[in-house]
T-cell receptor
């Protein structure tokens, strides 16, 4: 079992719709959870992070965390073509020390 | 505020040749990371520095890879000799002491080994 798992996609959504990206992790002691966006040929860019169970909202983005289910998701409301990218889920494990373990990413395509 | 700077952006070498990558983190960031990213994969940590000390190098293939951060600012990652399987993007990231969880990535160096 991979430490951080994501569906590789592509996930296609129409412009204006809600895109839902999911991630599961294996280390039950994981402390913090991150979503990065990576455009083709570019480096990862931090979108948001979450520590506690529940929802965290930042503009059009909402991160959701369920530690009991070892599940974290990212919702993008009012999806725009500029949101088309690969979204990487990353987890800071029980050992801490800012050692991030990344998933393979989900490719999102927002279609006109 | 300038971001993380890396050079070169692209490098093509033949196998068995040495190669070096350079990274200058965001000013004031004490933690520096080197990651490797293969196509279609997420970044994988190679080494993490706190100031000039390598605090996590468990994933660094020490038979051919080496890194240094002598003055606790910029850093160099070296591969000698390079192998075909080393073709990847090498990413440098940095974070500050007071916002340690937020890692900011540089543009990366794309290495092709022929």
């Amino acid at each position: 079992q991979k430490e951080v798992e994501q569906n590789s996609g592509p996930l296609s959504v129409p412009e204006g719709a809600i895109a839902s990206l999911n991630c599961t992790y294996s280390d039950r002691g994981s402390q913090s959870f991150f979503w990065y966006r990576q455009y083709s040929g570019k480096s990862p860019e931090l979108i948001m992070f979450i520590y506690s169970n529940g929802d965290k909202e930042d503009g059009r983005f909402t991160a959701q965390l369920n530690k009991a289910s070892q599940y974290v998701s990212l919702l993008i409301r009012d999806s725009q073509p500029s949101d088309s990218a690969t979204y990487l889920c990353a987890v800071n494990g029980a050992g801490g020390g800012n050692k991030l373990t990344f998933g393979t990413g989900t490719q999102l395509k927002v279609e006109l | 505020e300038a971001g993380v700077v890396q050079s070169p952006r692209y490098k093509i070498i033949e196998k068995k040749q040495p190669v070096a990558f350079w990274c200058n983190p965001i000013s004031g960031h004490n933690t520096l990371y080197w990651y490797l990213q293969n196509l279609g994969q997420g970044p994988e940590l190679l080494i993490r520095y706190e100031n000039e000390e390598a605090v996590d190098d468990s994933q660094l293939p020490k038979d051919r890879f080496s890194a240094e951060r002598l003055k606790g600012v910029d850093s160099t990652l070296k591969i000698q000799p390079a192998e075909l399987g080393d073709s990847a993007v090498y990413l440098c990231a940095s974070s500050s002491r007071d916002r340690a969880v937020e890692q900011f990535f540089g543009p990366g160096t794309r290495l092709t080994v022929l």
